[in-house]
C-alpha cells in the first residue's frame, strides 16, 4: 500500500524528527511511505480573515497539485469525525480493497485546510477535540497509521 502524509510546515524540533523518522521506518514494513512537506504561508502577527483565507488557499492548491491520481484523500481537520485506532485500521483496509493506487493524508499548518481540500477529501478526519501543534499532528498520524497496520496484524502493539 503506498501512503503519502503532506503536510503544511517543515518539522524543524529534533523531538519531533527522531519521533517522526522512528515510526516511518517501522512503517517500511507495511507500506511504501512518502511524506511531503509543502510550505506553509507567511501571514502578519494579526491577519485579517481575507489574508488568512488567502493563504489557505495557496497552501490547498499546492497540496492539490501534488495529489497523485487515483489516491484517496483523508484530511486531518476539527470538524471532522473521530475514529477510534481500529476503525482508522478498518478505513486503511476498506481503501485496499478498493485497489486504488495509495492513500493520502492532508495535515494542514496553523491555520488548517482549506475548505476546497476537506471537500475532495474521501474521509475527515478529527484526531480529537483538543488542539494540539501540527508537527506534533504528524507523530500522532503516523503512530496511528502504524498501530492500524498492526491491528490489521493482530499484533498485542495496540493493547
Known amino acids: 500500500m503506498n501512503i503519502h502524509i503532506f503536510c503544511v510546515g517543515k518539522l524543524k524540533e529534533p523531538f519531533y524528527l527522531q519521533a517522526a523518522a522512528e515510526y516511518a521506518k517501522r512503517l517500511g514494513a507495511f507500506c511504501t511511505l512518502k511524506i511531503t512537506e509543502l510550505p506553509e504561508q507567511r501571514l502578519p502577527a494579526d491577519p485579517s480573515p481575507a489574508q488568512i483565507e488567502a493563504a489557505l488557499d495557496r497552501e490547498g492548491e499546492a497540496l492539490l497539485s501534488k495529489l497523485p491520481p ?56 478529527s484526531m480529537s477535540d483538543m488542539t494540539f501543534p501540527h508537527h506534533l499532528a504528524r507523530v500522532m498520524l503516523l503512530e496511528q497509521i502504524y498501530r492500524a497496520f498492526q491491528i490489521r496484524r493482530g499484533s498485542p502493539y495496540h493493547k
Open 70 to 125: 487515483r489516491t484517496g484523500l483523508i484530511a486531518l481537520c476539527v470538524e471532522g469525525e473521530k475514529y477510534t485506532s481500529p476503525q482508522v485500521a478498518g478505513l486503511l483496509e476498506q481503501w485496499e480493497r478498493r485497489g486504488e493506487a495509495g492513500l493520502a493524508f492532508a495535515i494542514g499548518g496553523s491555520f488548517g485546510l482549506h475548505e476546497r481540500v476537506k471537500q475532495a477529501a474521501w474521509v475527515r478526519l
